[in-house]
């Protein structure tokens, strides 16, 4: 190995850099299995974010999905759950028209359903009855405030009907293996599907029409999540009554858990068709458990409940299934990429049948992440994983040590994960240093730890991010003078709260982040309308903690330089957050960066844009810290940046 050369922090020159990012890397997620073929799907930032469909049998994936369809949707705005597959022929959601398509072998998609305002979602195959099952958002009457329900749709005619209504949310319909009982998750505003869901179970006449319903579990503070069959035809699901998702069961019209564990076998339902346990057979199931914010493999016996960890190379799945006796996953680790993988329960092998990049990192610029807990307001416990800067051709000047860039993850219910991540990668292999936070409200780590955050959104998240910061400038491995913070979403709103309500941070990016708590409610779509109930408080009832938690108004305490990055079609935080932010700063003389995005939602899903993004933020960094990119870099417009810090 040459000999490390001295140059500041965030100058030095990386492998990782954006056209790596984005060169062949793909999205994975949504695994079906249909007889001796794995199906899923593949999001291309190279053309635009389409959705497209993969399929294996043996040998290499194939596409199936043809140019001119985008497999995807968005109920709840976040999709999922897109599409289905029963005796080879698929039926899917297309992205750009919202109706349904069926595509059977060797043949082009072939529209289902009629032209409507409509969106559908979590799609089952109903074969006794020669028909889908699924989510379905009405549209016709309110773009904000659709109507949603459960229906059926003819596979010969495309006639949709509705067979069950009235709540305001609706998730996972599931069939038995009969066909005569359905089960589904239902729940209504102000909760959101970790708070509080319902499970219904009702019998299915011949005709299709369902007997009265009845609810099985849950409630307002129940979380239900992933009702799924066994094959010998009991009804399983994961709840949260105790405090931790765990699994339970239904028998002899009786509850029983399988075991009982302070560890999660669910996650937010943000998204449709989540899964994190399968069955090998009906007496043992294989799952995805966190423990204190990591993930591994494990089975249960479902006569003894006895449990035994599966030891694997990953530290995060997603997305289990099964196939020929062995389990499918979105799987990976801290050095390596997210893949699909097939795993063998009994002898542990491995076989990865497809990677979400063909980029490969050279390990001398891979900072593996070190979990850390670090004590935060109220006499609570946070939880982070730090990446210390690594390049095998760079080292630090004498006597310094790096800054830090804090990450605030999105949701707020959501959590980070120590999988191979080449946008963090991007910024330790060039000297800068990561903290990925799991402030209070994230998932991993109990009930309890997400409730940390209600009624308390912009001051709990905030404070674990400051104090995750000043741990590690106290420990003498970060340089107090230059620490980041920098989010998207929800994380985009505790970066924004963090730089203006606290004198730590010197810089921050905000991508589609909140800036005004009051506004937004104002905008929200349905799924999110009533979310703040919870983080923050009853609107009106509480206006004032509104606005008195919203950075746009309090712009004469901030003093930190600001990126916002934003998508000009994002409908969960739209553009005038980040417009607003922009104005405010620009006229207060504070230096800020804006670059909006033309055709971009929620997340940018467009190669070009991806780049432009960590590249725009790099250089930002570099002219108010002062160091020199290693590469060129397309400059962007700062306003009120000092002369010092201009380009020469």
Known sequence: MNEQRTAPYGSWKSPVTTEMIVAGTIGLGEIIVDGDHIYWIESRPSEGGRYVIMRKENGEPTQVTPSGFNVRNSVHEYGGGAFIVHGGIIYFSNFSDGRIYRQAPGEAPAPLTAEAPMRYADLIVDARRNRLICVREDHTTSDLRPANSLVTIDLATGTVREITSGADFYASPRLNRDGDHLVWLAWDLPRMPWEGTELWMAAVREDGALLPAAKVAGGTDESIFQPEWSPDGLLYFVADRTGWWNLYRLRNSQIEPLRSMEAEFGMP??????????????????????????????????????????????????????????????????????????????????????????????????????????????????????????????????????????????????????????????????????????????????????????????????????????????????????????????????????????????????????????????????????????????????RDI????????????????????????????????????????????????????????????????????????????????????????????????????ADS
């Open 269 to 542: 339902q943000w998204v449709f068709r989540m899964s994190t346990y399968t069955f090998i057979s009906p007496e043992s199931i294989i799952c995805a458990v966190t423990l204190n914010g990591r993930m591994h493999l494990a089975t249960i016996d479902t006569i003894t409940g006895d449990y035994a960890r599966i030891d694997t190379p990953y530290t995060d799945l997603r997305s289990i299934n099964t196939w020929r006796g062995k389990v499918i996953a979105e799987a990976g680790s801290p050095d390596t990429l997210w893949a699909i993988v097939s795993l063998d329960p009994d002898t542990g092998d491995v076989e990865e049948l497809r990677r979400s990049s063909s980029i490969d990192i050279d390990s001398g610029y891979i900072s593996i992440p070190r979990a850390i807990e670090y004590p935060t307001e109220g006499n609570a416990t946070a939880h982070a994983f730090f990446y210390p800067p690594v390049n095998s051709e760079f080292r630090g000047p004498e006597g310094e040590v790096p800054p830090l860039m804090v990450i605030s993850h999105g949701g707020p219910t959501g959590s980070t994960t120590t999988v191979l991540e080449p946008k963090v990668q991007y910024w330790t292999s060039r000297g800068i240093a990561v903290l990925d936070v799991n402030y209070g409200g994230s998932t991993g780590y109990g009930r309890a730890y997400r409730e940390r955050l209600n009624g308390n959104w912009g001051i709990v998240d905030v404070d674990d991010c400051v104090n995750g910061a000043l741990y590690l400038a106290e420990t003498g491995e970060v340089d107090r003078d230059r620490l980041i913070i920098r989010g998207g979403s929800a994380g985009g709103y505790t970066a924004l709260a963090a730089l203006t309500f606290r004198d730590v941070f010197r810089a921050g990016a905000s991508y589609y982040g909140v800036s005004d708590l009051e506004v937004l409610l104002q905008d929200s779509h349905k799924f999110e309308s009533e979310y703040n109930v919870n983080l923050i408080g009853p609107y009106p009832g509480m």
């Open 546 to 645: 509104y606005y008195e938690r919203s950075p746009i108004h309090f712009i004469d305490r901030l003093s930190c330089p600001i990126i916002l990055f934003q998508g000009l079609e994002d409908r969960v935080v739209p553009p005038n957050q980040a417009e607003m932010m922009f104005e405010a700063m620009k006229a207060h003389g504070i230096p800020v960066a804006y670059l909006p995005f033309e055709g971009e939602q929620h997340g940018f899903r467009r190669a070009e844009n991806i780049r432009r993004t960590l590249d725009a933020e790099l250089y930002f960094y570099s002219r108010i810290f002062g160091f020199e990119p290693a590469d060129p870099i397309e400059p962007i417009i700062i306003e009120n940046l000092p002369a010092v810090h």
